[in-house]
């Protein structure tokens, strides 16, 4: 009974303290840093950033960690669709893996809704789990690109444009399509459990934007980046 009432507290007394947009703006504009991070590892602002390593100064999570995110969320029961666009090069010393761009909707442990992910054979790879208890209790890897993925991404210093469209569908679920350069890369749908109540229900998603790896490599992420709604149903 006492583990029971355990976890009914964590699935109802979460961090949901995240402000919410009243409604779905039509550009999404303020985005923050991350946490923090080592000083230079994140510099410009509006539209244009630079991300280099940082050491990850969050509370846990994985080594290393530069990134920026939106500084308010949608609500999980909107139903609208976005374009997250980043013209975007990265010099790196070796192949290491790292989260580009991810939807989260601050659950503590597991990964988020949603991560899309340049892999060690520099392809573009899609994740994401269910959290089903408090921790790590997770359901991993329930979402899987349905198409191979198409461009291999040069860390020289190649610029590309990366295209990520995500379909809210107000049910706390979502459609993802990732293109690089206009060639379909990533095609992927998360679907939440429907009426299990030890399933983590998300309440809204925001968005985050860098680097996010395993662990420490060297790096030098430019991006020029926007995230507009496109259509509102």
Same mark, same amino acid.
């Given at each position: @009974?006492r583990l029971f009432l355990i976890t009914?507290?964590? +699935? ?5 303290? &995240?402000? !919410? ?6 550009? %999404?504009?303020?985005w923050v840093v991350s946490c923090d991070?080592?000083?230079? /590892? ?9 991300? &280099? #390593? /940082?050491?990850n100064l969050c509370d846990k999570g ?11 969320? %949608? ?6 669709? *976005?374009?997250?666009?980043?013209? +975007?090069?990265?010099?790196?010393? &070796?192949?290491?893996? $790292? ?12 990964? #988020? #809704? ?9 392809? !573009?790879?899609? *994740? ?18 349905? !198409? #191979?993925?198409?461009?291999? !991404? ?13 379909? +809210? ?9 990732? *293109? %690089? ?31 996010? /790896?395993?662990? @420490?490599?060297? *790096? ?5 980046? $926007?995230?507009?709604? %496109?259509?509102?149903?």
């Amino acid at each position: @009974m006492r583990l029971f009432l355990i976890t009914l507290l964590f +699935f109802t007394s979460s961090a949901y303290a &995240r402000d !919410i947009y009243f409604q779905p703006p039509n550009e %999404i504009k303020t985005w923050v840093v991350s946490c923090d991070v080592d000083q230079g /590892s994140i510099t410009g602002k509006g539209k244009k950033r630079k991300f &280099r #390593p /940082s050491a990850n100064l969050c509370d846990k999570g994985f080594k290393q960690r530069s990134e920026i995110r939106t500084d308010a969320a %949608i609500s999980a029961k909107a139903n609208v669709t *976005y374009h997250f666009q980043t013209i +975007f090069d990265i010099n790196a010393n &070796r192949n290491e893996k $790292f989260d580009i761009f991810q939807v989260h909707d601050d659950r503590d442990g597991c990964a #988020p #809704p949603l991560k899309v992910n340049i892999f060690y054979d520099n392809t !573009i790879k899609l *994740y994401s789990d269910y959290k089903t208890g408090p921790g790590e209790s997770c359901k991993r890897q329930v979402m899987s690109s349905t !198409i #191979p993925p198409q461009t291999t !991404i040069l860390r020289d210093g190649t610029q590309y444009v990366l295209d990520i469209y995500l379909d +809210f569908d107000g049910k706390g679920g979502f459609i993802v399509d990732v *293109y %690089i350069d206009n060639v379909h890369e990533a095609h992927g749908v998360y679907t939440p459990p429907q009426g299990d109540r030890y399933y983590f229900k998300s309440k809204y998603f925001y968005f985050k934007h860098g680097s996010y /790896s395993s662990n @420490m490599f060297d *790096y030098e992420l430019n991006s020029e980046f $926007f995230m507009k709604k %496109i259509t509102s149903n």
